[in-house]
């Protein structure tokens, strides 16, 4: 494999890690049927009391395996030293998601991992987004800083017009940002 096709499938990793987290959550439900979007958090599914909560917890690793080799494909098409720091904060982010699976719901780390997790996210795709402005690449920089920038007062909006049902709904906002970034990460790099 040509290293660039090799680029390319990890910056693919990324791209997977959003359908993958679907499966994994179908997955963990199909187990725990009282589970519902509107009243719970995804991490429930991995809470000690759910059935077979490795399912989720193990599902979300490798999730964080992904989203670390999207890094790694970022790197390697980085153009710049700033593109290159953001991917190295995507690759934290991906640690992060792995230890939401290794530090489950009711474990003390949960709560810390799971917010920097989001908060690592976000500031990737700022880095990324003030990255690729700064190489003159204004579209996907301008869509990359909105989509980092976004989300934290869109949700606050959500929450004093109508209120979050649940955490999960506010953790499946948070995702999609996280989607859409990606995919707009890897239609800038993908040469």
Do not use: C
């Not at 995804?42 to 077979?52: E, I, N, Q, V, Y």
């Not at 399912?55 to 999207?70: I, Q, R, S, T, W």
């Not at 709904?169 to 239609?187: H, S």
Request: glycine letters at 8%; a positive charge.
């Amino acid at each position: 494999m040509t290293p660039r096709r090799f680029t390319k499938a990890l910056l693919l990793a990324g791209l997977s890690a959003f359908p993958a987290f679907h499966l994994v959550v179908a997955l963990a439900v199909a187990r725990n049927s009282w589970w519902s979007f509107w009243e719970h958090a995804f991490s429930d599914l991995g809470d000690p009391r759910a059935a077979d909560p490795w399912v989720y917890n193990y599902g979300l690793v490798l999730l964080g395996v992904l989203l670390a080799l999207f890094s790694l494909g970022l790197l390697s098409a980085s153009r710049s030293n700033g593109a290159a720091f953001a991917s190295g904060l995507y690759f934290t982010a991906g640690i992060f998601l792995a230890l939401i699976g290794i530090y489950p719901s009711g474990t003390r780390p949960h709560t810390f991992v799971s917010t920097w997790f989001y908060a690592q996210s976000f500031l990737a795709t700022l880095a990324l987004g003030l990255a690729l402005l700064h190489e003159k690449r204004l579209l996907p920089g301008a869509v990359l800083l909105l989509l980092s920038l976004s989300p934290a007062p869109l949700a606050y909006l959500v929450e004093v017009l109508v209120g979050w049902p649940s955490v999960a709904a506010i953790e499946y906002f948070g995702a999609v940002f996280i989607a859409a970034a990606a995919a707009v990460a890897v239609a800038a790099h993908w040469h």
